[in-house]
């Protein structure tokens, strides 16, 4: 008899009637929340914050470029000594202070500009400086050469490569910036699914063993099916907690939004600034319209299918892998040294993606792997945007299948005899025995 719609409706209600589970599907995405919206608000504070810089030029020659900007107000100091104007700042409590010393040329003032202030500034704010500081310099220089700046700005071309292919379609640089979303967003997904769920199933297999009550369960039904059941069983919980999540995560990021007025896209990384100067500087034009035109450029049919199959089937292999693990031992830190081969090439997997994939996707290497089953789910959902030839996905998620189903079958075989196994912390070479039973 077929046990295995039994097993899973119990695996599924056994996980989602746990009150550590309710509680976490409640309380995980309201904590996440809470911290987007402390750094975000904690961001803004910092952004709106007014930075007062003092200016002793002694040169006279890079004053007037300092303008004052949103938050940085620029106090231009004449005819005051070094000290003084120290003792001034620290007196006004302002940012810093950037002195020029007098230099008798324009290639030694570059050595001679320093910057004081009480605290360790901030890597933008010198950045900025150096920026604006070497513009003039560098136009200085060209005036002494009896260069004409104003010619030189009149032969500036801002370059802007227009993409199209063979058969006519029309693409843009936003496509591509759409296309690394959607299959870093696919990749990473898929990572920590494993990586949460994977465990899950782990520990349930682990505490079941650990209670006894597995030798009642499988005196009745098959290892595969025990297997199975609680692989699928426990999938199902998870998908029912990762929806909660986002409409719970959704309802919250709007309210945050709406009514604390906090700017979650205030939470950006360290170096969101130089990706929006390298934008500026490509001429890629951000517009909502761009990036409509992406979006329907981007075969969502065959992303979506693609996006389930590989998520699938990328999943299962791995569980029933954690599934055998969890069977092998008595406890969780007996799990380490059985872990570590696992994860191995799903990390390879993602650093493949994103250091690989994203720059060449249809190189040797990017191809290569999303063909080998333990990468190709995340190799392969990551070169789906950027366009994959129908073929190489069916062949790979061919080989994903079969490996899967080779893979349960050797994970049954140690789930078979180590479910059973107690007091004792098994070897590689024991699970190949038991593999052999």
């Known amino acids: 008899m077929n046990h295995l719609p039994l097993i899973i409706k119990r695996e599924y209600l056994t996980k989602v009637k746990n009150k550590s589970f309710i ?196 005196s009745s039904v098959k290892p595969m099916q025990l297997m199975l059941g609680k692989i699928i069983g426990t999938s199902l919980a998870g998908i029912t907690q990762f929806i909660i999540w986002l409409f719970i995560g959704g309802a919250l990021l709007f309210t945050v939004s709406v009514i604390f007025g906090i700017e979650t896209s205030q939470v950006q990384p360290p170096n969101q600034h130089m990706m929006q100067e390298a934008m500026q500087n490509s001429n890629i034009n951000m517009q909502i319209q761009d990036v409509y035109n992406s979006l329907h450029h981007l075969p969502m049919t065959n992303l979506i299918i693609a996006f389930l199959l590989f ?28 872990l570590l081969p696992v994860l191995i090439p799903l990390i390879l997997a993602v650093y493949i993606g994103f250091f690989t994939v994203i720059e060449d996707p249809h190189g040797t290497i990017s191809t290569i792997f999303s063909f080998i089953p333990f990468t190709s789910p995340v190799v392969m959902l990551m070169r789906i945007p950027f366009g994959v030839p129908l073929w190489q996905q069916v062949v790979s998620l061919l080989l994903l299948i079969s490996t899967f189903m080779l893979t349960v079958w050797f994970a049954a075989k140690i789930y078979r005899v180590g479910i059973l196994m107690y007091g004792k912390k098994p070897s590689y070479r024991e699970l190949i025995k038991w593999i052999k039973y």
């Open 23 to 218: 509680v976490m599907t409640i309380l995980s995405p309201i904590l996440v929340m809470i911290l987007i919206s402390v750094v975000a608000y904690l961001s803004q504070l910092n952004n709106d914050k007014q930075r007062t810089i003092f200016i002793l030029d002694e040169s006279g020659l890079v004053q007037d470029i300092f303008k004052s900007e949103d938050n940085t107000i620029y106090n231009i100091l004449e005819n005051m000594s070094l000290k003084n104007a120290k003792d001034l700042v620290k007196q006004t409590e302002a940012y810093g202070l950037l002195h020029v010393e007098k230099s008798k040329n324009l290639d030694s003032i570059s050595n001679r500009i320093k910057f004081y202030s009480e605290d360790s500034p901030s890597i933008t704010i010198i950045s900025n400086l150096e920026s604006k500081i070497d513009k003039k310099i560098e136009n200085l220089k060209l005036q002494e050469k009896g260069v004409d700046l104003s010619m030189i700005e009149a032969s500036k071309t801002n370059v802007n490569i227009a993409q199209e292919s063979f058969d006519g379609e029309k693409t843009s640089k936003i496509d591509s910036v759409v296309k690394l979303f959607f299959g870093s967003a696919a990749g990473y997904l898929l990572f920590m699914f494993i990586i949460i769920y994977g465990n899950m199933i782990m520990r349930s297999v682990i505490e079941e063993k650990t209670s006894r009550i597995i030798e009642v369960i499988i």
């Open 311 to 338: 998520f699938i089937g990328g999943y299962l292999l791995y569980s029933s892998l954690y599934a055998a693990i969890g069977a092998a031992v008595d406890n969780e830190t007996d799990t380490q040294q059985f």
